[in-house]
């Protein structure tokens, strides 16, 4: 830390060590500023020799023995020149004069009870003053004898003083002395290291004299110990020791706030003397404590002070803390947020400063998000870390154009206009157009690449279109292939809805995005003149864009325009085939000469499944280029099936192919042909063999085949044959058994149904009189006869019988060829 001044006249300043040379990067925990305004005025006349703090009122006492009331600005409200008992609030006085010094009082917390009046003063004895039933105050002296009473602290129903002999607590309820704890270094005189009383609660006491600090919690004493003892007994919780003299303590919420008289030794003369008192804030632990911060002050006069010029009151609930010495009172208070910010922009930590307000927002009273964001901003200029601060420009300039506006001036002042360009805001808000052509200029002169990017980014609607287009322009004619420019000028083109120009520039690069832009603006029309170039760029894509859209370019037209390029209208009308096989019937003439020269495999395929294509024509073609799979297709389409034969026979010599024709075309005299052409040909009369059986009788091959011809694999083949007749056998036999088996099932089937009955009742009618089928009368006599169709007669109304046969059948089924309906069921009564 820096050195604090040491005149009087001085600044105060804070410190962990006057040696220290560097600033200490731990944040103080507490700031410090004096008291001056009726302050001032009283310590130039007198000195300061203790303080007591209640609500927002000091009492400052002085040497010369007057007592001061002071507002927390340090004015005087009031004077007192005796022991004087005065409510701030009402209108009640008492005055005393004391026949020996008072060294200390101390009033009833709850004094402005009527049942409290009750106060302490403490000098060669301690007396206990309150106010009687008649309106008289009274006193009892509730110890002397063991010298000067300098220190006395009242918490609830619990007073705590200090003699030279050590420290006592009373309970003013029972009227008993609780505990005595006694001073450990005796060697210090008490009047000039006095003892030190806080209380950090109604229950726990700290002590701090010489170097020793206790921690002593008041505790209940149960039932069964008590017999003559207290009702309460003292334990001492925690005890430590600390570096220098404690001149005072006060409780920070579970820590302990410090203050030390510091006696050092000087290097040069090597003889002691007083340096700066130290406020330090501790955490007690149970035999030691743990260092939270620690600061030198540099008070008025702070070379000739001992240990017992300095106190240390606090005022609670408001973590407020005041240090007083004879020449200066000194007020601590915590630190809030604007205290930690201040220090955190001290330190250059922006990026924590900024957090921190962000999260306190609402508690900062000093400082704005914005203007440490700023701050920050610039800190992060000048350091150079230019992105970082462009990027940080988003969070904290957000909507404000005018911020944006300014800091982007201030990146093109130091040149890193390219560092900001990425975080422009492009919605809300939007900036000046020229803020964006200014950004977009830049990247033009040095960095085409990054350009590129920042109009596929940008809206078109940020900037002036048209002043961008004639910058790029202007460019391009220094470097008029350049692909970069030129593909950003098509997509400016696009922004500008100028899309012819934009489309041909996408076709010179041969870009991918053609097909999209013709799509996405419906720009059939203006490509009607550019189908060449599309298909050159990329056939697949431009023959699945022209046939998807039939309605804006007809396939005549494409055709035309392809007219040039036979290869190109090919693969059109391929594609155009494989969609539909009548649209572009036509055209299919015309394909036969188009698959033969460019596409001969898929040429048979075509021939296959078109049945517009003009079979002579094809012949005629297949023919001249010695397409012999192709001829042989088309002479067995056209019927003759011969010639196609004898062709695979003679020009292919493939008896397998042969064999697979005659079982297609399945034609007695066309198996004759090949056997007549295979019978001097022992390889083909092996294939014969081996696939005849099944379609010819092998008898009338194995008969024509002359003695002494060597053929080969004949063993084999006669035993596929002879197993070829087996399986017939095994399939024949099977298929009978099958048929039988069935035909038993259905005639069982046919059985069982007709000899179930059927229900006739009175809803039944004859079919050939219509009228009811059982009479009306039971009794009557009926005859009724039932057909297996389930048509129903009456007897009479059924014609007789032929001459020829004497079974009967339905009328009705006979007429509608339905086969005879026997009769099942003769009823008669």
Partial sequence: MAEAEEQETGSLEESTDESEEEESEEEPKLKYERLSNGVTEILQKDAASCMTVHDKFLALGT??????????????TQKFDVVQVFGLYSGEEFHETFDCPIKIIAVHPHFVRSSCKQFVTGGKKLLLFERSWMNRWKSAVLHEGEGN????????????????????????????????????????????????????????????????????????????EMRDLPSRYVEIVSQFETEFYISGLAPLCDQLVVLSYVKEI??????EYCARPRLDIIQPLSETCEEISSDALTVRGFQENECRDYHLEYSEGESLFYIVSPRDVVVAKERDQDDHIDWLLEKKKYEEALMAAEISQKNIKRHKILDIGLAYINHLVERGDYDIAARKCQKI??????????????????????????????????????????????????????????????????????????????????????????????????????????????????HKDVFQLIHKHNLFSSIKDKIVLLMDFDSEKAVDMLLDNEDKISIKKVVEELEDRPELQHV??????????????????????????????????????????????????????????????????????????????????????????????????????????????????????????????PILLIHRIKEGMEIPNLRDSLVKILQDYNLQILLREGCKKILVADSLSLLKKMHRTQMKGVLVDEENICESCLSPILPSDAAKPFSVVVFHCRHMFHKECLPMPSMNSAAQFCNICSAKNRGPGSAILEMKK
């Avoid at 040497?63 to 005087?76: C, E, F, P």
């Avoid at 607590?169 to 806080?198: E, G, W």
């Avoid at 560092?419 to 939007?430: C, E, K, M, Q, T």
């Fill in 266 to 271: 000087s290097e040069k003369t090597e003889r």
């Fill in 63 to 76: 040497h010369y023995g007057k007592v001061y009331l002071l507002d927390v600005q340090g004015n005087i």
């Fill in 397 to 510: 300039l957000g909507k404000n154009a005018a911020l944006w506006e300014y800091e982007v001036y201030k990146f093109k002042e130091i040149g890193q206009l390219k560092a900001i360009s990425s975080y422009l805001p492009r919605g809300d808000p939007v900036l000046k157009p020229l803020i964006y052509e200014m950004i977009l200029h830049e990247f033009l002169e040095s960095d085409y690449e990054g350009f590129a990017t920042l109009i596929r980014e940008w809206p078109g609607d940020l900037y002036n279109n048209s002043v961008i287009v004639q910058a790029v322009r202007d460019h391009l004619k220094k470097d008029s292939q350049n692909k970069t420019l030129l593909k950003t000028l098509a997509e400016l083109y696009t922004y500008d809805k100028n899309y012819g120009n934009a489309l041909e520039i996408y076709l010179t690069l041969r």
């Fill in 149 to 224: 009473i300098r220190s006395v602290k009242w918490r609830g129903h619990l007073i705590a003083w200090a003699n030279n002999m050590g420290v006592k607590i009373f309970d003013i309820i029972s009227k008993q002395r609780i505990t005595n704890v006694p001073r450990d270094d005796i060697s210090l005189r008490p009047d000039m290291y006095p003892c030190s009383l806080c209380w950090k609660d109604n229950v726990t006491l700290i002590i701090g004299w010489g170097t020793s600090v206790k921690v002593c919690s008041v505790k209940e004493r149960h039932a069964s």
């Fill in 572 to 697: 059109y009308l391929h594609k155009l085939f494989k969609r539909d096989h009548h649209k572009g019937q036509r055209y299919h003439e015309k394909q036969i000469s188009l698959y033969a020269e460019y596409d001969r495999p898929n040429l048979l395929p075509f021939l296959r499944d078109s049945i517009h294509c003009p079979l002579e024509k094809a012949l005629e073609i297949c023919q001249q280029r010695n397409f012999v799979e192709e001829t042989v297709y088309l002479l067995s389409r056209m019927g003759n099936s011969r010639s196609a034969l004898k062709m695979i026979m003679e020009e292919l010599h493939d008896v397998d192919k042969a064999i697979e024709f005659a079982k297609e075309q399945d034609d007695g005299e066309l198996w004759e042909d090949l056997i007549l052409y295979s019978i001097d040909k022992p390889p083909f009369i092996t294939g014969l063999l081996n696939n005849i059986g099944t379609h010819v009788d």
